[in-house]
């Protein structure tokens, strides 16, 4: 990542899951990740702004907001996302808190709709209308609705509600007030993409991946990996430098600067070195 730093003059922060080595509900993005964003920035210059690496499969909403607040913090809005494969879920609500993504041809985000679990809240809260619907113009139907939604209590699609407004408010809050700051229709795009993105109906599953084009069709700022030979060069060979980690080692999460300083966590453990 060195050779990164000294081709853009930015700071350089890795964060990588190894989750697709791994699955372990500890490759997630948590709140203790932001302990390894606080030991990786330490004794950084920030007026150089952040080139943040982003492999994830997503993970905690909260946590995800709790991180961006931080970074945006310390960096203001000069935060710009590099996604070499995979961010998905709460990684990409923290690539739309950026001023630019940077992507390949063999990258991809995903959907930002919360899950419960192996449960989509949209998809809850959509099965739940479509019962509605049914029952009223069937009442004959009931007997059927009633086993499928008995399994969802009031107080859980409630949740299911809020936690879909509080992702999609929270995307588009940081599209307006980075990517598209200043711009006259900043938050109308913004609202636009947010949809997009949390829209179950449009993307049929959480595992969705949309690419740089499409992200592209719906507005958001993509810079193209391909663009800059060296620095795609650059970016990949740091990815597949994490990805031969993760194979041969115990590693499922590791946080890394330009410097050397780096949180790897393996089994509930973790470990800071500088190399």
Not at 58 to 65: F, L, Q, R, S, V
Not at 157 to 176: F, M, T
Not at 186 to 196: C, M, R, V
Not at 223 to 241: G, I, M, P, R
Request: a positive charge; aromatic letters at 8%; glycine letters at 6%.
């Amino acid at each position: 990542m060195s050779l990164l730093y000294k081709k853009t003059g930015r700071n350089v922060i890795a964060y990588y899951s190894g989750w697709l080595q791994k699955q372990t509900l500890e490759s997630g993005i948590s709140d203790l990740d932001q302990n390894s964003f606080m030991t990786t920035i330490h004794n950084l210059d920030k007026a150089k702004g952040l080139d943040l690496i982003l492999h994830t499969p997503g993970g905690n909403i909260a946590a995800t907001e709790a991180i961006v607040c931080y970074l945006k913090n310390i960096f203001k809005n000069n935060i710009r996302v590099i996604v070499p494969h995979l961010a998905m879920s709460a990684g990409t609500m923290i690539a739309c808190s950026s001023k630019e993504i940077i992507m390949g041809k063999h990258s991809s985000l995903g959907p930002t709709d919360p899950q419960f679990g192996n449960l989509s809240a949209s998809a809850i809260l959509e099965e739940f209308e479509t019962a509605k619907k049914e029952v009223a113009n069937d009442p004959k139907t009931i007997p059927l609705w009633q086993m499928i939604i008995s399994k969802y209590n009031p107080t859980f699609l409630g949740e299911c509600d809020k936690a879909c407004r509080w992702a999609e408010k929270i995307v588009e809050s940081w599209l307006e007030d980075n990517m598209f700051y200043g711009e006259k229709d900043a938050n109308q795009k913004s609202k636009t993409i947010a949809g997009l993105l949390g829209d179950h109906k449009k993307s049929k599953n959480h595992s969705k991946h949309f690419s740089k084009d499409e992200l592209s069709a719906m507005g958001l700022k993509i810079y193209s990996l391909e663009s800059d030979t060296e620095l795609q060069d650059l970016v990949l060979t740091v990815h597949h430098a994490f990805m031969h980690t993760f194979a041969k080692s115990t590693a499922i999460k590791i946080v890394e600067n330009h410097i050397g300083i780096k949180i790897v966590s393996a089994n509930r453990t973790s470990t800071m070195q500088k190399v």
